[in-house]
């Protein structure tokens, strides 16, 4: 997961977000109607909505960080506080995010195993936010690709384990299996590309605080950022660290 700095929302969709609410239709639904809600909400202009989500976060998912684009089959309008609980909520760009499909158009054979907002469902609350940068900055990934908390962070990493199921299935504490989307896999191949750069600049002679850093930077800025890039982020930020101490 990656922090997302939130962007002024479109004009369009302002406008439309303005109308509803000085509908009297929209003011005598009750919080907990989810259907009335959520049919005041699919008048929003989706396409708008989600080109302007994926600016923000890069074109990526905003929980696992598997790529996404502006289509409504594969990627989706995810309400961080649940559409159900908070009708105002539910048409406040700021609590809105582009998520991946969970594996939910997976076809391949076996049971699947579904993650991110497929996984959570619309009733479930999240103590985890992407929008939190106190909480983004705890993230941590292993070599093996499992992602959690350091320092341990028990309701974070529940979140992470239970609701958005990003470490796979576990059962009584033991691992079954990937994600359908192999999240596990996908993290850990990228940790691979890291030591393969570092491994190239190495031999160079070049794996320099001053060549990592041009690497972060250009990771951070560019439009869209490659899949998985917390954990290049994470460990090339880690390699810079250490070089820095190292006065290299």
């Given at each position: 997961m990656l922090y997302i700095e939130k962007k002024t929302p479109p004009r369009e969709v302002v406008r439309e977000v303005s109308k509803i609410k000085s509908d009297p239709g929209w003011k005598a639904i009750k919080d907990g109607n989810t259907k009335a809600i959520r049919d005041e909400f699919d008048k929003l202009p989706?396409?708008?909505?989600?080109?302007?989500?994926?600016?923000?976060?890069?074109?990526?998912?905003?929980?696992?960080?598997?790529?996404?684009?502006?289509?409504?089959?594969?990627?989706?309008?995810?309400?961080?506080?649940?559409?159900?609980?908070?009708?105002?909520?539910?048409l406040d760009y700021g609590n809105m995010l582009a998520?991946?499909?969970?594996?939910?158009?997976?076809?391949?054979?076996?049971?699947?195993?579904?993650?991110?907002?497929?996984?959570?469902?619309?009733?479930?609350?999240?103590?985890?936010?992407?929008?939190?940068?106190?909480?983004?900055?705890?993230?941590?990934?292993?070599?093996?690709?499992?992602?959690?908390?350091?320092?341990?962070?028990?309701?974070?990493e529940d979140d992470i384990q239970d609701i958005l199921r990003l470490n796979g299935l576990w059962k009584k504490g033991k691992f079954i299996a990937d994600t359908s989307t192999e999240l596990i896999k996908g993290r850990k191949d990228t940790y691979l590309q890291y030591e393969r750069i570092v491994k190239k600049l190495g031999k160079a002679g070049k794996c320099t605080s001053s060549a990592i850093k041009k690497i972060i930077d250009e990771i951070q800025?560019?439009?869209?950022?490659?899949?998985?890039?917390?954990?290049?982020?994470?460990?090339?930020?880690?390699?810079?660290?250490?070089?820095v101490k190292r006065g290299l």
């Open positions: 989706k396409e708008t909505i989600r080109e302007s989500l994926l600016e923000e976060q890069h074109y990526l998912c905003a929980y696992c960080m598997r790529k996404i684009q502006n289509n409504g089959q594969s990627t989706s309008i995810e309400h961080w506080y649940p559409l159900s609980k908070d009708k105002e909520l539910a998520v991946c499909d969970g594996g939910k158009n997976w076809k391949g054979s076996g049971k699947k195993v579904l993650c991110c907002d497929a996984w959570k469902a619309d009733e479930k609350d999240l103590n985890i936010s992407p929008l939190n940068k106190q909480q983004m900055d705890k993230i941590a990934y292993g070599k093996d690709g499992f992602i959690k908390t350091a320092p341990y962070d028990k309701k974070m800025n560019v439009e869209q950022r490659p899949e998985y890039a917390g954990v290049l982020l994470y460990f090339f930020n880690k390699k810079y660290q250490s070089l």
